[in-house]
């Protein structure tokens, strides 16, 4: 299975802040990346698909890039909404596998 | 309004089984991949089962494969998983999640059943 590690796993910030998560794959996965926000007691959001293109609906203050093995994904200024736990997921193959998840707090 | 409605979770002794199932309104069902994706008790997020459009394909991680079988009613607009054998670690909320633009990707989510296996 293709392993998909966060980084951090934790991170506090404020309002306004730019913020960077990363997800590294265990194997190349081209742009098959994906970028989820959970808030406490709701499902998934999808936010990004294929690395960087903005799901409909979603800010453009969200912003994703990488391919291969490495990605980010940035929040270019936090707003109180985007308080919340963010998971990368690949969708290279089976078994999908997502990252352990970064946990984003308030300051 | 795209919408996906879990039911069927439970609590359910070890050795157990449950059928659980997704309606959905909203979309044109037959037309997307369908998945279930599962979140253990303060956990992250772990795939568990996708099926194709027609039902042909399925594909299972491996701590539920020979256990769970995933399926799909088109006519009645419907996503299931059987789940037999069930084991401590498959407690759960279990989400139905429809497929984007590639198989693997989760575009729209339920809002979860619960299935929890205890004695």
């Known amino acids: 299975d293709i392993q998909m590690t966060q980084s951090p796993a934790s991170l506090s910030a404020s309002v306004g802040d730019r913020v960077t998560i990363t997800c590294r794959a265990s194997?190349?996965?081209?742009?098959?990346l994906n970028w989820y926000q959970q808030k406490p007691g709701k499902a998934p959001k999808l936010l990004i698909y294929t690395a960087s293109t903005l799901e409909s609906g979603v800010p453009s203050r969200f912003s994703g890039s990488g391919s291969g093995t490495d990605f980010t994904l940035t929040i270019s200024s936090l707003q109180p909404e985007d308080f919340a736990t963010y998971y990368c997921q690949q969708s290279y193959r089976t078994s999908y596998t997502f990252g352990q998840g970064t946990k984003l707090e308030i300051k | 309004e795209v919408q996906l409605v879990e039911s069927g979770g439970a609590l359910v002794q070890p050795g157990g089984s449950l059928r659980l199932s997704c309606a959905y309104s909203g979309f044109s069902f037959s037309t997307y991949w369908m998945s279930w994706v599962r979140q253990a008790p303060g956990k992250g997020l772990e795939w568990v089962a996708s099926?194709?459009?027609?039902?042909?394909?399925?594909y299972y991680v491996d701590s539920v494969k020979g256990r769970f079988t995933i399926s799909r009613d088109n006519a009645k607009n419907s996503l299931y998983l059987l789940m037999n054998s069930l084991r401590a670690e498959d407690t759960a909320v279990y989400y139905c999640?429809?497929?984007?633009?590639?198989?693997?990707?989760?575009?729209?989510w339920g809002q979860g059943t619960l299935v929890t296996v205890s004695s």
């Open positions: 194997q190349s996965i081209s742009y098959s």
């Open positions: 999640a429809r497929g984007g633009s590639a198989k693997g990707q989760f575009n729209c």
């Open positions: 099926i194709s459009q027609d039902g042909s394909d399925k």
